[in-house]
């Protein structure tokens, strides 16, 4: 019975009532050790007597196993992950250790719990206990922190404890939390009187005193002899209670005790052929039964409390445990399970062990082991027990290669700063400055990975010209990124003194990006030669940049092509990482070619992905997308506030994109002193693809603020650089921009409006057609006038671009027309996310085959169709379909 927890049972049974009704919720129970955690989550299973429940729990002895947590979770339900999409069936059948497997994409994984717990949802309302969360293997938390934070609309309810002292790899940020604190008098009262021995009257104040208000401290600790303790100590109290105990019991049961303490599972079918090995027998757990230290429930060996364990494996005796990991490692032996093998072999090594590295090595490139983390942590263990500096150095380089690979960058990191102090070999030292540069770049510090790689190329350019080519190369894109073009010269210029064969491709990578040559065919001709030369390519790194080339060179269906591609092979394979690192690309072509609600939808869920992988960088990029989205429809302290971040990083294409935002809302609302201030700097400044698509708002306005000269000069350098790149839609606006400026604006308007017909960007197109329209009006040619302000108002209203609407409807207005304002189109009243369902349910995928691309499960996608079907008026798929083909401005490849 609980006693002093009706707030925090109030809220469990809330939980519980939500999952019933066929809503999720998670919640995050927080305390000290035997703070009575455990008992709420026993509490609710109880409660939750007409629900199907799971539960894992965090133990320390797992806690290097990748996915154990998970495999006691979902144990019991293996025979159900075959109904799964087949890429997550595999992951996650090698994630559990049923099918054998190279390298595993953790959210992969995550999607298919996701998926999975759905699926058993809808049986019955499912509840999930977590206890301990904080000793959880990182695989495991990593995949269950990203199924819990997508779960919305499945009967399924949460409930994780984890200790407040510990560092947890569950890191509970922005899920609802509930404190567990001490009892009060009245409840510690009620709990001292449970003891299975009555406390004499004059001990009870000492014992109230020293437990704190801990049910655990209350019920365990002694009371003969008792002093006053401070509240610190009873910690170390209950763990000197639960040594004695395990000193008392029989020397077989504690062998048998330390065969569970050191077992990589609490497995009995592993355990008892262990312990047999070292004459025990199955009896000889009665022992450790009665005296409440250990359990036997359901195939595994449950401690009481992880104070027990901690206990147990203080008491235990170094050669007891020698003799433990010996035999744990022949039952795995006998077993085939090369990797469980590896591990307590290790485990046996009391120094340098060539033989027991060698056979960790062997377990990890066997491809038996489950995923990256599990290979980092096994090339890092053998590394521990190599006395070879330079093989020591080259096991640790590649334990930091895997764990880059499944994102765990801290590790990665700490792991090649290892590695660099035991290697000397230039070669190997470049293969851990790239691994470096890899956790730099994705932690958004381009310039400290660009000096890293640059000085690897150049130490290892004797040995291996084209490794320092490939080094050199990853330079540039690093200084790219940062917007450090001085950096990309002087990385050219290093290519081209060393020779490497890859030379012209890094000095066109510079020229492409230097500012001085942004307008010249000294930047055009060197991006045609990267696009030309890299289209081969199959690596999703290089396909990325050749999509964002295809951008510089504003070629925005190309651009679209290859970012489609991508996102729809990663959706495919449920790789997020590769996911988060595609969607800036997608969502910037998309903007660009008028598919606002898909950019959008894009890049809000790019956010998401990109804070759970910890993709900082493409996280601030994907910002100056919606801050451009926030720009065109005049919302303008979401603006402000989408473009404050890039705007504090410095001079990057981030910021140039986000200042251009800016100065974008500020045109649109008829601010053109500050749109000009904003934008006047843009003509010496050095720039990329951002700065240019501000050029033709800078001499919009400077026209409007009769600076006539500086409107010149930027139109004269857009103008240049739209003739190099040979696009339909930049003749137009550069025809527009003349056409502002001089006195033949009749025919440069007419010409103009006929190229963006070709394709390109719809929202230019308007914004051609608007001034065309206001100088027909002006010009007393009103019948004129008012076909292209139409045309103008329409693609206004339908790219939601509510101050040009505005502008639009004011000159309908002064050429003699009425006209009303627009009804915001149904699918324009579709969140972002009912907006990606809704695209691929028009194409016709199943709600299970649409939750596997944006990572939601079956349940979510049929409750966002549900809301999103009477926004739009229509009762099905078929009908869903027919409406979605009728808008020009949704394409086909929406949801990819």
């Known amino acids: 019975m609980l006693h002093g927890r009706s707030e925090e049972t109030a809220r469990i049974d809330a939980l519980l009532r939500q999952a019933r009704a066929g809503r999720s919720g998670v919640l995050v129970l927080r305390g000290e050790a035997g703070i009575g955690k455990s008992a709420l989550l026993g509490d609710a299973a109880a409660r939750a007597d007409d629900m199907r429940v799971l539960r894992t729990d965090g133990i320390e002895s797992e806690a290097g196993f990748p996915f154990a947590g998970l495999h006691l979770l979902l144990g019991r339900e293996i025979d159900r992950i075959d109904a799964l999409p087949a890429p997550q069936v595999r992951a996650l059948r090698v994630a559990l250790g049923q099918e054998a497997g190279g390298d595993v994409d953790r959210y992969l994984v995550g999607l298919a719990v996701l998926t999975l717990l759905a699926e058993l949802a809808e049986e ?62 009245s409840a510690a009262a009620e709990v001292l009187a449970q003891r299975s021995e009555p406390v004499p009257g004059h001990l009870r104040p000492d014992l109230l005193t020293e437990a704190q208000g801990n049910p655990l401290a209350l019920l365990e600790l002694p009371v003969d002899g008792m002093p006053r303790r401070l509240p610190s100590s009873r910690y170390q109290r209950l763990h000197e209670v639960f040594a ?35 004459g025990c027998t199955r009896d000889d757990l009665a022992p450790a039964e009665q005296a409440q230290l250990v359990r036997l429930v359901d195939g595994r060996l449950v401690f009481r409390h992880p104070l027990v364990f901690s206990a147990l494996r203080d008491t235990v005796e170094a050669g007891s445990r020698m003799a433990a990991h010996e035999a744990l490692a022949a039952v795995h032996a006998a077993r085939g399970d090369v990797c469980s093998y590896a591990w307590h072999r290790s485990a046996m090594a009391t120094g340098p062990d060539e033989e027991a590295a060698a056979a960790l090595e062997t377990a990890a490139r066997s491809g038996s082991a489950r995923g990256s983390a599990v290979v980092s942590a096994m090339y890092e263990r053998a590394a521990g027990l190599t006395a070879d500096r330079a093989r020591r150095g080259r096991r640790l380089t590649v334990a930091a290669e895997a764990a880059a690979d499944t994102g765990q960058l801290d590790r990665a990191a700490t792991l090649a700063d290892q590695a660099a102090d035991h290697v000397t070999d230039p070669v190997q030292l470049a293969d851990i400055a790239l691994v470096r540069a890899t956790v730099l770049d994705s932690r958004d510090r381009p310039r400290e990975a660009h000096r890293l790689l640059s000085d690897a190329a150049v130490a290892v350019a004797a040995l291996d010209l084209s490794l320092a080519g490939h080094l050199l190369f990853r330079a540039g894109r690093a200084a790219a990124h940062a917007g450090d073009f001085d950096a990309l010269d002087r990385t050219a210029a290093r290519a081209e003194e060393l020779g490497v064969p890859s030379a012209h491709l890094v000095t066109a990578l510079s020229r492409a990006f230097a500012a001085q040559n942004a307008l010249t065919d000294a930047a055009i001709a060197p991006l045609r030669v990267l696009v030309e030369e890299t289209t081969r390519c199959d690596r999703h790194l290089e396909l990325l940049d050749i999509g964002w080339w295809h951008l510089m060179l504003a070629d925005l269906d190309s651009a679209d092509d290859v970012a489609s591609r991508l996102a729809a092979v990663a959706r495919q394979q449920g790789a997020a990482g590769l996911l988060a690192s595609v969607l800036p690309l997608l969502a910037r072509a998309q903007l660009m070619r008028g598919r606002h609600d898909d950019a959008e939808a894009n890049a809000t869920e790019g956010l998401r992905i990109a804070a759970d992988t910890g993709q900082r960088r493409h996280a601030v990029y994907l910002t100056t997308v919606l801050a451009g989205l926030a720009a065109i429809r005049g919302e303008e302290q979401r603006c402000v506030e989408l473009a404050a971040a890039p705007i504090a990083r410095g001079v990057t294409p981030g910021n140039v994109h986000a200042a251009g935002a800016l100065s974008l809302l500020d045109l649109g609302l008829g601010r053109y002193e500050a749109a000009f201030g904003r934008l006047s700097g843009m003509l010496g400044a050095r720039h990329r693809g951002g700065a240019m698509a501000s050029l033709p708002d800078l001499v919009e306005a400077a026209i409007r603020v009769d600076r006539r000269e500086d409107g010149l000069a930027a139109a004269r350098q857009y103008a240049e650089w739209a003739g190099r790149v040979r696009q339909p839609w930049t003749r137009a606006v550069a025809l527009r921009c003349q056409a502002l400026l001089d006195g033949n604006a009749d025919g440069r308007y007419a010409r103009a409006v006929a190229l963006h017909q070709e394709g390109g960007t719809p929202f230019e197109r308007a914004r051609t057609e608007l001034l065309y329209g206001e100088w027909l009006r002006r010009a007393r040619r009103i019948s004129e006038a008012r076909i292209v302000l139409h045309s103008a108002l329409e693609i206004f209203d339908r790219l939601q671009a ?29 969140t972002p996310q009912e907006h990606q369902v809704v695209q691929l349910a028009a194409r016709g995928l199943s709600n299970r085959e649409i939750g596997a691309q944006l990572f939601l499960s079956p349940r979510t996608v049929g409750y966002h169709l549900y809301k999103a079907y009477p926004k739009l008026g229509v009762g099905s798929r078929s009908e869903l379909a027919s409406l979605v083909a009728t808008r020009p401005d949704h394409s086909t490849r929406v949801g990819t």
């Open 802 to 830: 509510h101050p040009w609407s505005a502008r639009a409807r004011g000159e309908l207005r002064a050429a003699g027309e009425s006209v009303r304002a627009a009804d915001p189109g149904a699918v324009q009243r579709l």
């Open 124 to 185: 019955r309302p499912l509840l999930c206990l977590v206890d301990d969360a904080h000793w959880l293997d990182p695989a495991s938390a990593q995949a269950l922190l990203f199924a819990v934070r997508r779960l919305d609309a499945e009967p399924v309810a949460v409930i994780v404890a984890v200790r407040t002292d510990e560092v947890s790899p569950f890191d509970p940020a922005g899920l609802p939390e509930l404190p567990v604190g001490p009892l009060g008098e």
């Open 244 to 278: 004695e105990r395990v000193r008392r019991l029989p020397e077989a049961t504690r062998r048998l005790l330390g065969v569970v303490a050191d077992a990589s599972s609490a497995d009995a079918s592993v355990v008892f052929p262990a312990a047999e090995r070292l």
